[in-house]
């Protein structure tokens, strides 16, 4: 019995062990609660934040520029006097950065980045909003950069400004300088889209100034009708859940948003990563923002009633339509969700056709349709199969082949009562809604082997700062909300928004950042001399070419270039950040020898022994600290203890 016992304590006692180290795991890698019985993984996840800066807009030139020196005096107000003498001539953070290097990475002046900072980081005919919010967010989600460059409280913005050699580099100043060097690379995972913009003419015309798409435009009512026709295409793809449209005649389909619950699992995966990059406004412009917290809820939707949402299944074999997800309890519930259908084919035709204009008539859309099957029918019904046997071989774009009559009849009602493209859309798409509002009344429901969930997921993120320099982080959400459903049997897994596609609604795009701190120090040890030759002949100069060829070799040829550049001055920041103390704790330790001292002093001597340990202590400061010393401040603070020593011209203790 003892024996048992003492087994059943051993082994109590070594899955406790094991508990506590993979909890203290899980706490280290991610604060993560999680609800297991959802459809998508549900609960918060915090990997701890990250931190903002500029994205240092290429037409300022801040890095390189005099104007923004460090004016470290501004900073820097102590209760307790300052004994460390800090650089403080006006220079740019650039030069800041290379005396830095010099003191403490011991590199040659011949080595120095200023001046590639001047030719690549400066274009003062740059577009505004042209900067490196992708280096910034890619580095914030690195979590050794968090390390050194994350604050929990405002006193962090003093206590992190670091002293390297007499050059101060203040936190701000630190996350402005990984944001300029950080290596950046998306190309292992990028997804979504940063414009989702469907109307090919409107978006051609607007983003492109493209001379044939602003021409047809202006020929169709000019660029406010074909704005009110984009936004009737996002109601139309809305309604029609994960749609493809096609790029182009030649070119590959693209889906038109991204799937709810990819995106949510995506986001899950990013932050076991250590955070992820979100682009959370689809919009004119590209924002990066570093995601370091998500908390999601679901909630059961029942299998009847009012509260179903509209769910389309889209995709190549869902020849059933809605009949995918629904079912009608009785024939009238039924035929609403073939109505459903037929209202869904002539909305998929409309959106597969490009060519629409605000002044063109559905009716002739469908006319057009019904004479291009014809003609592939007849084109096509004299091609033989591998059986002899003859075969009509529809082209997949002209699918669905015959738009329902009933539908047909509303479109006519439509245009004879004096309706354009635009009012016959809205007018279908409230038929199409009250459809099924209607079947919902009349008996639908959820077939057996189907659940459904309603999603409510936020996301906390990093924004950019507006002034260089700035001494404050800003923090946002993003807010989402969308129904999944899942096939019990097979596992297969669904989704719809139901917010809208307007501003701040849903992510635009979402990407990984590959984690660069681990590798940089070694491949800049790789590169070192190809790092020195780029410098000494400044290869990093940009040649010009009018050859097409050639100038495509010399973009390849400065991606190159900036690689090495960007890797070695990463490299380079992650040494002067473990190198380096903060100003604080240096500031501290020479307080605490003038302490010790004054100690001695009022006791009425002080030993040999402990004037040989300061002497010690002054000495293995300057060997260690990468710091130099105000000797007259810190001659005056023992003068005013009544100590009799003094820091000499050499820098030593004297007694």
Not at 308 to 337: C, I, M, Q, S, T
Not at 524 to 550: C, G, P, Q, W
Request: with cysteine; net charge negative.
């Amino acid at each position: 019995m003892k024996k048992n016992i003492k087994v059943f304590t051993l082994t109590l006692l070594s899955l406790s062990i094991i508990l506590v180290y993979f909890t203290n795991f899980i706490c280290t890698y991610a604060n993560e609660e999680v609800k297991k019985s959802s459809i998508l993984w549900s609960g918060t996840m915090d990997v701890g934040k990250g931190y903002s800066s500029t994205f240092l807009p290429t037409n300022k030139g801040f890095l390189t520029e005099e104007l923004y020196s460090a004016e470290p005096d501004k900073h820097l107000e102590k209760d307790t006097p300052l004994l460390l003498k800090i650089n403080k001539n006006k220079m740019s953070l650039a030069n800041s950065l290379d005396l830095a290097r010099t003191h403490v990475l011991k590199t040659p002046v011949g080595e120095h980045l200023y001046d590639f900072y001047k030719e690549d980081f400066l274009d003062p005919e740059a577009e505004p909003w042209n900067g490196m919010c992708h280096r910034w967010s890619a580095a914030s989600c690195d979590p050794k950069v968090k390390n050194y460059l994350s604050v929990i409280s405002e006193k962090d913005f003093k206590h992190k400004n670091i002293i390297c050699g007499g050059i101060l580099l203040e936190l701000p100043e630190l996350r402005e300088l990984f944001t300029a060097n950080y290596p950046s690379w998306n190309d292992n995972f990028f997804r979504g889209t940063n414009r989702n913009t469907p109307n090919e003419y409107y978006n051609d015309a607007y983003y492109y100034k493209n001379d044939y798409a602003v021409d047809f435009i202006e020929k169709h009512g000019g660029m406010n009708a074909f704005k009110e026709v984009n936004e009737t295409d996002f109601s139309i793809l809305d309604s029609l859940g994960q749609f493809y449209l096609p790029k182009g005649k030649f070119l590959l389909s693209e889906k038109w948003m991204m799937p709810p619950h990819l995106f949510h699992d995506w986001a899950v995966t990013g932050l076991k990563r250590g955070g992820f990059i979100i682009n959370n406004d689809p919009g004119d412009e590209l924002w990066n923002q570093p995601v370091f917290k998500m908390i999601s809820t679901a909630t059961d939707i029942k299998n009847s009633g009012l509260e179903l949402p509209y769910f389309r299944y889209e995709n190549d074999d869902a020849v059933e339509g809605n009949h995918f997800f629904y079912k009608g309890d009785n024939k009238e519930a039924e035929k609403e969700l073939d109505r459903l259908d037929n209202i869904d084919k002539l909305l998929k035709v409309l959106v597969n056709d490009r060519r629409k204009a605000p002044d063109m008539k559905i009716s002739e859309v469908i006319k057009d349709l019904e004479n291009r099957v014809k003609a592939d029918i007849k084109e096509n019904e004299n091609v033989e199969n591998k059986e002899g046997n003859k075969k009509r071989n529809i082209t997949l774009n002209l699918i669905p082949m015959a738009i329902d009559s009933e539908v047909v009849q509303f479109v006519k009602k439509q245009e004879s009562e004096g309706k354009q493209l635009v009012e016959t859309i809205k007018a279908l798409l409230k038929w199409k809604n009250d459809t099924f509002e209607n079947a919902k009344k009349l008996g639908l429901k959820l077939k057996d082997n189907f659940i459904m969930e309603k999603v409510d997921t936020v996301l906390d993120f990093m924004q950019e700062n507006d002034n260089f320099r700035a001494f404050e982080d800003d923090m946002e959400q993003a807010k989402y909300s969308y129904f999944v459903i899942k096939n019990k049997t097979n596992d297969f897994i669904y989704s719809n928004w139901i917010s809208p596609n307007v501003k701040n609604s849903r992510p635009g795009s979402i990407w990984y950042a590959r984690r660069e701190s681990d590798t940089c120090k070694e491949f800049s040890i790789k590169t070192a001399d190809k790092f020195k030759k780029i410098l000494a002949k400044k290869e990093y100069v940009f040649n010009d070419y009018e050859d097409i060829t050639e100038a495509r070799k010399e973009f390849a040829r400065l991606n190159d270039v900036r690689e090495v550049c960007i890797q070695r001055a990463t490299s380079d920041l992650l040494d002067l950040c473990s190198s380096c103390k903060s100003i604080e704790t240096l500031n501290d330790e020479l307080m605490q020898i003038a302490n010790a001292l004054e100690k001695n002093t009022k006791e009425g001597k002080t030993p040999e022994e402990e004037q040989k340990l300061a002497k010690e202590k002054i000495s293995n400061f300057k060997k260690n600290s990468n710091a130099i010393i105000d000797r007259d401040n810190f001659n005056i603070e023992l003068n005013k203890r009544g100590i009799k020593a003094h820091i000499d011209e050499n820098g030593d203790l004297v007694f």
